[in-house]
């Protein structure tokens, strides 16, 4: 297997990838995210990927020539706008009460990038349907803490599983990384991440 690099401190996608038998080398991405309230959250979730993939490699860091650094960056999308991680406990209580009852999109844009710059792009979307939240609900979920460093304020993998009526498409989307996608991504520069199963 190809050494693999994760453009991300985000414990979530490092054991999405460790859940299939992958064992990055975590290098945390210099890129700084910007606050995007509008456009096409796949563009934007894919521009983000780019960006962190090549931010991780901008701090002199010395890569294999077979190196594949991984990208990747959320969005939650309602209704055209974009939620990205909530600024403070009042920016998250209003994207959850915004997302209570509604069904939203999630958007993970995918950057895989070699180290002679070469990149491919792709992203995921995930159609989900929040249950109706009372603000006692919405209050008592801030009180954990969960949402301050994820995607609409909120962790399916985690107590925020409990707001989540249904979801329709990848779940590993939804937890930050689509994890068949960049199986494929990869194939197509003869990488297999089955190769570990062996």
Known sequence: MRPIYLASAS???LELLRQIGVEPIVVPSSFAEGEVLW???AL??????????RGATAEGLLLPEDAIVVGADTVVALQGEIFGKPRDKEHAREMLQRLSGQVHQVVSGIAVLRPDGQYL???VCTEVTFRLLTRQEIAAYIATTEPFD???AYGIQGRGALLVDSIRGCYANVVGLPLTKLCALLRQWDVDLTETWR
Do not use: C, M, N, T
Request: charged content about 30%; glycine content about 14%; cysteine-free.
């Open 121 to 123: 792009l792709d992203s």
């Open 11 to 13: 414990p979530r996608r």
């Open 44 to 53: 934007v979730a894919q521009e983000y990927a780019l960006g962190k993939a």
């Open 39 to 41: 456009g096409d959250p």
């Open 150 to 152: 994820k995607a609409g």
